[in-house]
Nanobody, 116 residues
Framework: QVQLVESGGGLVQAGGSLKLSCTASGSTFGISAMGWYRQAPGTQRDLVAAVSSGGDTNYADSVKGRFTISRDNAKNTVYLQMNSLKPEDTAVYYC??????????WGQGTQVTVSS
């Protein structure tokens, strides 16, 4: 089992920045991709950004140029730096880990609210 603990959400004005962190613990050997998804009320959970074990990144079009994902493999931690935040970025952000054995783990979610 892998446990994910997220931090860094909160309330920010439009144009501001937040940095999310997610640390994995437990049976972390074999972590492949790490990433962030978000879900606003009444919508599906969508990919925001992901980073492979080799450092390849993937971003949703809506956040390209504003968000940066990174990971520290030694700490089993993934980060999401969010700049130039917009009200439409408001959502619950979930950390996601995919294992080499194709098992998925999710964090509990952290609320990000961007006021206009």
């Amino acid at each position: 089992q892998v446990q994910l603990v997220e931090s860094g959400g909160g309330l920010v004005q439009a144009g501001g920045s937040l940095k999310l962190s997610c640390t994995a613990s437990g049976s972390t050997f074999g972590i492949s991709a790490m990433g962030w998804y978000r879900q606003a009320p009444g919508t599906q959970r969508d990919l925001v950004a992901a980073v492979s074990s080799g450092g390849d990144t993937n971003y949703a079009d809506s956040v390209k140029g504003r968000f940066t994902i990174s990971r520290d493999n030694a700490k089993n931690t993934v980060y999401l730096q969010m700049n130039s935040l917009k009200p439409e970025d408001t959502a619950v952000y979930y950390c996601h880990v995919k294992m080499l054995r194709l098992v998925d783990y999710w964090g509990q979610g952290t609320q990000v609210t961007v006021s206009s």
